[in-house]
């Protein structure tokens, strides 16, 4: 079946129901596994994603070590039960190409001159996907490496605008992904609107992208403000725990 054939609007909404610079709901937890250094479990709509962060640790092989800084290293996954059609387990083109660019998303806010020979290791499991998984990831990993107490300028916020039956709409959920006419994923760095990844699938006019990259910076300003009050909260009963 052909996209164009595929009616994603109608009555001026989109067929979830939400209008088109509407965010899926958000749910963010922190500290959700003990033995990892960091962690946080994001949902994003129907996406559900764990990130668990481990490190600074020693770098192995050690002929892998930089002697300036830490090395960042990114493992995205989607379980095999993530999808309708079961995932053959392991990793494949696509998550390592996910793994490639969400790293490289998180890479200018982490300080890694401050751990030379070292390792920092990012697992992001998605457990559940419904388009977005990428971005969902960066928001997890995000929170996750601030949660292990590595130093970071600040957080990484991500989300995806596209295009279905010519209109620019943020974050797509699945159906709109197969079907609609076009997908970019954005990471910014919220406060200062500074872009840390941008990829496209499609065609976009100029008019298009500039619409399209506004809403991710008000989208991703809103993100931030969740992946924040999530760290306060946790910070928060931390702090509560120890004066008990």
């Known amino acids: 079946m052909k996209k164009e054939e595929i009616e994603?609007?109608?009555?001026?909404?989109?067929?979830?129901?939400?209008?088109?610079?509407?965010?899926?709901?958000?749910?963010?937890?922190?500290?959700?596994?003990?033995?990892?250094?960091?962690?946080?479990?994001?949902?994003?709509g129907d996406n559900k994603v764990i990130a668990a962060v481990y490190g600074p640790r020693e770098m192995h092989p050690r002929h892998f070590q930089d002697a300036k800084m830490a090395v960042i290293k990114y493992r995205y996954n989607m379980a095999p039960f993530s999808v309708d059609d079961r995932k053959r387990p392991g990793p494949d083109r696509r998550s390592v190409e996910i793994s490639k660019v969400s790293r490289e998303?998180?890479?200018p806010v982490i300080i890694k001159e401050y751990y030379p020979k070292t390792a920092i290791d990012v697992y992001v499991e998605v457990l559940q996907s419904d388009a977005g998984t990428r971005t969902a990831g960066i928001n997890a990993a995000s929170v996750a490496l601030a949660a292990a107490g590595i130093p970071m300028k600040d957080l990484?916020?991500?989300?995806?605008?596209?295009?279905?039956?010519?209109?620019?709409?943020?974050?797509?959920n699945a159906v709109e992904d197969n079907y609609g006419e076009g997908d970019m994923p954005v990471a910014m760095v919220a406060r200062t609107n500074t872009i840390t990844m941008l990829q496209m699938d499609g065609r976009f006019s100029q008019e298009e992208f500039e619409r399209g990259l506004k809403l991710a910076a008000t989208a991703c300003s809103k993100i931030y403000e969740l992946q924040r009050t999530a760290l306060l909260e946790r910070y928060s009963e931390s702090i509560g725990e120890g004066e008990a």
């Not at 067929?15 to 500290?31: A, M, T």
């Not at 990484?156 to 974050?171: R, T």
């Open 156 to 172: 990484v916020s991500s989300v995806a605008v596209g295009k279905i039956n010519g209109e620019v709409v943020l974050d797509l």
């Open 105 to 107: 998303a998180l890479d």
């Open 8 to 44: 994603l609007i109608k009555d001026g909404k989109r067929l979830d129901g939400r209008g088109f610079e509407e965010l899926r709901p958000i749910k963010i937890e922190v500290g959700v596994l003990k033995r990892a250094d960091g962690s946080c479990y994001f949902e994003l």
